[in-house]
């Protein structure tokens, strides 16, 4: 389900057809200049910044068959998720998410760094002996950078996560 199909069109064009001259056409439809007026005072933007925010929102509907649309998650689907983001937030739950990003670093770093993502050999004799010599280089590699103090990488994050947090209120 799409929002305008529950909810209906917020802005008509005729809405706001009296704040416009009769003869000519304006520059923009009004209904894109009533959202720019709603971002503004949403986002406390200057006049400029909401035309680029709005104009980029724009660009990425124009699709001629296919529309983007906001589709609402059924209520059950909805209070699953939010269930599973209160449960972590719990303690116990913290507890267990750090043993499994101790193990996704490793398998991260033997990823990136031992190109484990891809086996050489064939044959599960040759395939442990791999696991097995990666596991060792990469704990190799651990004791060489503790015993040079080389300090550990701090967590990537998104591009989405870090534009959330600076815009954080």
């Not at 007026?37 to 990425?60: F, K, T």
């Not at 991260?108 to 002996?129: N, P």
Request: proline share 3%; net charge positive.
């Amino acid at each position: 389900m799409r929002l305008r199909d529950e909810l209906g069109v917020f802005y008509q064009d005729e809405d706001f057809a009296s704040l416009y001259p009769q003869r000519g056409r304006p520059a923009q439809a009004p209904w894109r200049l009533a959202m720019i007026l709603v971002m503004q005072y949403l986002e406390n933007l200057s006049d400029r910044q909401a035309s680029v925010a709005v104009q980029g929102r724009i660009d990425c509907t124009r699709a001629k068959t296919n529309p983007r649309g906001l589709t609402i998650q059924a209520q059950s689907d909805y209070e699953a998720l939010q269930k599973a983001r209160e449960r972590q937030k719990t303690e116990q739950f913290q507890k267990q998410y750090a043993l499994r990003s101790g193990i996704e670093g490793t398998i991260s770093q033997g990823i990136r760094a031992f190109e484990m993502r891809d086996c050489r050999y064939i044959g599960l004799a040759k395939t442990h002996l791999q696991h097995i010599l990666t596991a060792a280089a990469i704990n190799l590699s651990r004791v060489f950078a503790w015993l040079e103090e080389i300090p550990r990488a701090k967590t990537r994050s998104s591009h989405f996560a870090r534009l959330a947090d600076s815009n954080v209120c």
